[in-house]
């Protein structure tokens, strides 16, 4: 289904709540099996009635039939003329709607247009408003004549009766119900405004979401407000309250605009007031996390974005009785305040929010859960479906012409949200744990809307990052507190030990807390990939969860912690917490499953699943001798090279080390370690053959890949399964494993890969370099092919996903 999202693009060109609208609505739908979206916009100045005129017929001039459906939201875009035209309206040109200036008439001579030779029956149509009487072509064809006769005249005024009139019966026509198929509103206040629709329409209303990232909570700090500097937001009443309020607090004000040197004047030297100018969207999303509570104020608002965002990073907003679009969003007293349009009024609010933190912190909190229920998928489906019930009902399809009949419109539900928990960041893909998270889900975003809240470094930025549309990760920074337990533990155990420390210690990172409890609220499914998240996710939920096993965790850390068997226990403990507790369990492996069942005897084992580690095959590129003999002409590679990857993880070092041994037997075989566990090495005594290459990007891991003789996989310990193997396998490198490294892929040694022991893993590859071509070309082949057939990420992540859904409620 291809969808054309028609726009104004406005001359001189700014940047509003108009453009988060059809840039979320773009990137959602495309989101969507099935569905290609394109924004399509026109410049459209509007400075005087030529502009508009000539914007008008632009649109109208559209040719769009190769688009199933398109979708207008603003004037003068809803001229364009097409069999499936949905109108989901932001707002009219104001000025000649309910923003017309009160002293100006509404009336006009017909006379003088008819001395400009516009034909008695359009004049008619302009004086008593009969958009039924006249044809879209017909009209703008006259005024454009009647125009160009005279475009100096009065009564060419902008605003002004006949300026009025004729943009009115323009729209008035564009939007007749024989020629949309659905009519929609962003607010009640706009779907309730006189003239914006044509009378006796059905009119739904879809509060839209925001495209802010990193809206949260965080400090009570300041009292914040944003917006354009114009007097109809009156930031005046604002400055002139918090002057009178005598909170300690400081003002900080975002935006530019008109008005902006007479606010400056009006908050004189106030040490409390600060004016921030146009912020970027990072900045602004911070200020919000800042705040104790949102004034914001304007008159008769058609929505109010500010509001919407502010109630995204939990802060209570206050709104005056008057404000139009903000009060459809807030709930006085709960989530909110709304109080009467003056000073006074709006200072004791903020006194009341600013004296009072614990209230404030509990209102924001009910606005947030209100909020997030706003979806941009949701908003997707309520469109479509408005369109497809209309073009159900019989006389209801258009009679302009213009192509074929409407096709009818397949639309789904809304994406579940799946919320995922961990304690380490998914980017820069460069681990194991990493390749599988972000292999997996970025693939299992096809049908789920797949949020991760993840631990990140204490001297990062609080943000959320778009991994894929539809697959996106907030990163948390470790607070001090939980540095300096982190650091505690770390000293006592000898060892890594952040997850524990988020196990042990979840209320030492509060925004992490706040960040699990909002996506709790409104997730329908929630993971917790590894146990460590678990004791977080129960200090704010009693959501139920899926546990994604990457390992058994009891045997893993006991090779890293050795004798502390205190740490050991406790995280058996909470891996016996996790596998009984969950909805469903996930395992890496068959084995890892049967491990997980025999220490921990969950009752209902159908719901300990296997979902295997893998690799995107067909993203990846598969190795060709001829080019890679080029490659590693370039590189100065000559003799056999095997390679290792690997992160600094206990069971890649016990890896390394087997390397080691077979390094100094084997000195006429070059040696690369890639990745981090080049780290935990780096300081052993290696023999001469051996090179560490460290972390690398994803090109040269490729380029490693092509230009390497064999791929080695020597682990001897750890659990799960190993994605280096499936990746060799995938990029068409020759194997060379032990029999523990290759379990849980399905892998059979002599024909997938060649096996060696620890203690012989040498000799194993002088049996792979002794192989000939015919006979290592069918072992790449049956690797490869294997690989597709049971670790094709796509397949993975479809089977998981009907498991994940089958728990939607």
């Not at 005056?320 to 807030?330: N, Q, V």
């Not at 909190?365 to 019989?394: S, V």
């Amino acid at each position: 289904m291809k969808i054309a999202i028609v726009a104004p693009s406005p001359v001189p060109f700014v940047i509003g709540g108009a453009e988060n609208l059809w840039w979320g609505l773009v990137n959602a739908f495309n989101a969507r099996r099935g569905v290609q979206a394109d924004l399509l916009k026109v410049p459209s100045p509007e400075r005087n009635m030529g502009e508009l005129l000539s914007s008008y017929r632009h649109f109208s001039s559209l040719d769009l039939d190769h688009f199933d459906l398109v979708i207008s939201t603003k004037y003068p875009a809803w001229a364009i003329r097409h069999r499936n035209h949905v109108v989901y309206l932001q707002h009219t040109l104001r000025g000649l709607y309910d923003c017309y200036p009160q002293r100006m008439p509404t009336t006009f001579d017909p006379d003088v247009l008819l001395s400009l030779g516009m034909p008695a029956r359009i004049v008619r149509a302009l004086v008593d408003y009969r958009a039924q009487d006249v044809e879209f072509d017909e009209l703008l064809s006259a005024l454009d004549n009647a125009f160009a006769r005279a475009p100096g005249a009065d009564c060419w005024a902008f605003p002004g009766p006949v300026t009025r009139a004729a943009i009115r019966l323009l729209d008035a026509v564009a939007m007749r119900p024989d020629r949309i198929v659905h009519y929609a509103a962003i607010s009640q206040v706009v779907a309730k405004r006189d003239g914006y629709f044509p009378v006796g329409v059905d009119v739904a209303v879809h509060h839209h979401p925001t495209n802010l990232q990193g809206l949260a909570a965080g400090p009570q700090q300041t009292i914040f407000s944003a917006s354009r500097l114009d007097p109809a937001k009156r930031i005046d009443i604002i400055i002139e309250a918090y002057k009178a309020s005598r909170v300690e607090l400081p003002l900080h004000i975002a935006g530019s605009g008109p008005d902006e040197a007479r606010l400056r004047a009006a908050a004189g030297q106030h040490p409390g007031i600060h004016f921030l100018g146009r912020v970027p969207d990072a900045v602004l999303a911070q200020e919000y996390a800042r705040a104790v509570c949102v004034p914001f104020v304007p008159r008769d608002e058609d929505y109010g974005l500010i509001t919407l965002e502010a109630m995204l990073a939990a802060k209570p907003v206050i709104a005056t009785t008057d404000s139009g679009g903000p009060k459809e969003l807030i709930e006085h007293g709960r989530s909110g305040l709304i109080v009467e349009p003056h000073a006074r009024a709006l200072s004791d609010a903020m006194r009341l929010l600013c004296n009072d933190l614990p209230r404030a912190r509990e209102m924001g909190l009910a606005a947030q859960e209100h909020a997030a229920k706003l979806n941009w998928d949701a908003l997707c489906t309520a469109l479509l479906e408005g369109a497809q019930a209309a073009t159900a009902t019989p006389g209801k399809a258009l009679a302009q012409g213009n192509g074929p009949a409407a096709p009818a419109v397949v639309s789904r539900r809304a994406k579940p949200v799946l919320g995922v928990l961990n304690t380490y960041p998914i980017a820069p893909v460069v681990s194991g744990g990493k390749l599988r998270l972000h292999g997996l889900y970025s693939h299992v975003a096809d049908d789920f809307d797949v949020r991760f809240v993840n631990l990140a470094a204490s001297d990062s930025t609080r943000q959320v990052l778009q991994l894929k549309e539809g697959f996106s990760e907030e990163l948390v920074p470790k607070s001090r507190g939980f540095v300096k337990l982190e650091g505690e533990l770390g000293a006592s155990l000898g060892a890594s030990v952040t997850d524990l420390t988020a196990a042990m210690h979840p209320r030492s990172a509060p925004q992490w807390l706040e960040a699990i409890d909002r996506l709790a609220r409104v997730a329908d499914v929630m993971v917790c990939s590894h146990p460590y998240a678990l004791p977080a996710l129960r200090e704010v939920s009693s959501a139920a969860f899926v546990y994604e096993a990457h390992n058994v965790e009891a045997d893993l850390k006991r090779d890293i912690y050795g004798r502390h068997q205190w740490a050991v226990d406790r995280i058996a403990a909470l891996e016996r917490q996790a596998v009984r507790e969950a909805a469903l369990v996930t395992a890496c492996s068959p084995q890892d499953g049967e491990r997980l069942q025999s220490l921990y005897e969950r009752e209902d084992a159908a719901n300990l699943i296997v979902v295997p580690n893998g690799v995107d095959v067909d993203a990846m590129p598969f190795r060709q001798y001829a080019t890679a003999a080029q490659s590693r002409a370039k590189l100065g590679v000559s003799g056999p090279l095997a390679l290792f990857m690997g992160s600094a993880h206990g069971p890649n070092a016990d890896a390394a080390r087997v390397i080691f041994e077979a390094a100094a037997q084997l000195p006429h075989v070059q040696f690369l370690l890639l990745g981090s566990v080049c780290e935990m090495v780096s300081r052993w005594n290696r023999p001469g053959n051996i090179g560490l290459a460290g972390v690398v990007s994803d090109a040269e891991k490729l380029c490693w890949l092509e230009v390497a003789d064999m791929g080695l996989n020597p682990v001897v310990s750890g659990s799960g399964t190993n994605l280096k193997l499936i990746e060799y396998a995938a990029a068409g490198l020759p194997i060379v494993s032990t029999a523990f490294g290759a379990r849980g892929v399905g892998f059979c040694a002599g024909r997938d890969y060649v096996e060696a022991g620890e203690s012989t893993f040498a000799e194993g590859l002088v049996d792979m370099l002794r192989l000939d071509e015919a006979s290592r070309d069918a072992m790449i082949r049956e690797a490869r092919s294997a690989v597709k057939e049971k670790a094709d990420w796509p397949m993975i992540a479809r089977a998981y996903s009907d498991r994940l859904t089958s728990l939607v409620k």
